[in-house]
């Protein structure tokens, strides 16, 4: 939680905004596994993740999710859309309360590599992503919804619960 002082002396805890994007190309997914962050491991290391992060403070949500797949996988993205908004307030694995804005994103040139965040980076077809167990947070869910979604476009609750 985020501590914020109001002028009026008040003070709330507050959520964190992260980003994530399902990065696609071929008709496959780009996954990452989970690192360290400056040295020390990060929660749920070792499992497969959608690619993001934390919102910076001056930055739009476009330029945090490029940023953060930049920085992760060394990949420039575009066309973005927005996919969903996560603001279930009990996420799972989770020592903050984060609301995650996810993008669906396509995979450009690829122009650095990866920081330490990532241990292994990974195409995988939409068809064969590692099981539940193997992926860090609820980040599963959304890939799960997203390949529902190719099969029949139908509606995607922007917001909500999944």
């Given amino acids: 939680m985020i501590v914020c002082n109001f002028e009026d002396g008040g003070k709330a805890n507050l959520r964190h905004i992260t980003v994530n994007s399902l990065v696609i190309k071929d008709n496959k997914i780009l996954l990452g596994k989970r690192g360290t962050f400056k040295g ?24 945090a999710v490029k940023r953060e797949v930049k920085e992760e996988s060394g990949y420039n993205i575009d ?9 279930n307030p009990n996420r799972p694995k989770e020592d903050r309360q984060n609301v995650d804005v996810i993008f669906v994103a396509y995979a450009k040139d690829k122009v650095q590599g990866s920081d330490e965040e990532v241990t292994n980076l990974q195409w995988f077809d939409l068809d064969k992503t590692p099981p539940m167990d193997q992926i860090a947070f ?20 922007l917001f909500g619960k999944l």
């Fill in 79 to 87: 066309s973005l859309t927005l996919f969903r908004v996560n603001d």
């Fill in 40 to 63: 020390k491991p990060m929660l749920e290391t070792g499992k497969w993740a959608l690619l993001g992060g934390f919102l910076g403070r001056d930055e739009t949500l476009e330029e």
């Fill in 138 to 157: 609820d980040h599963g869910e959304h890939i799960e919804l997203y390949k529902k979604y190719l099969k029949n476009k139908f509606p995607i609750s």
